[in-house]
């Protein structure tokens, strides 16, 4: 899965879906498509990535307790 990160606009191929889907945890390894060289996998903050149309991950995905803090009916 692609994803784009927020400042540089560079597009980050996840290499770890499960992390991305589990909101425990915050950080997910992937590597930059940037250059003609591929480049070596890192480390990036869920908060810092947005789908590549630019709109944001689902709360669900960074947020554990994302139900506890939605708005009541």
């Keep these: 899965m692609f994803l784009k990160d927020k ?3 560079d597009l980050i191929e996840i290499q770890e ?3 991305l889907i589990n909101p425990t945890h915050d ?3 992937g590597q ?14 869920k908060q810092d990535l947005s789908f590549p149309s630019g709109e944001d991950l689902p ?3 960074l947020d554990a307790d994302y139900r506890l803090k939605a708005a009541p009916h």
């Design 17 to 19: 879906l499960e992390a």
């Design 32 to 45: 930059v498509q940037a250059g003609q060289n591929e480049q070596p996998p890192s480390t990036f903050s």
């Design 7 to 9: 400042q540089t606009q």
């Design 59 to 61: 709360r669900c995905w």
């Design 27 to 29: 950080r997910v390894q």
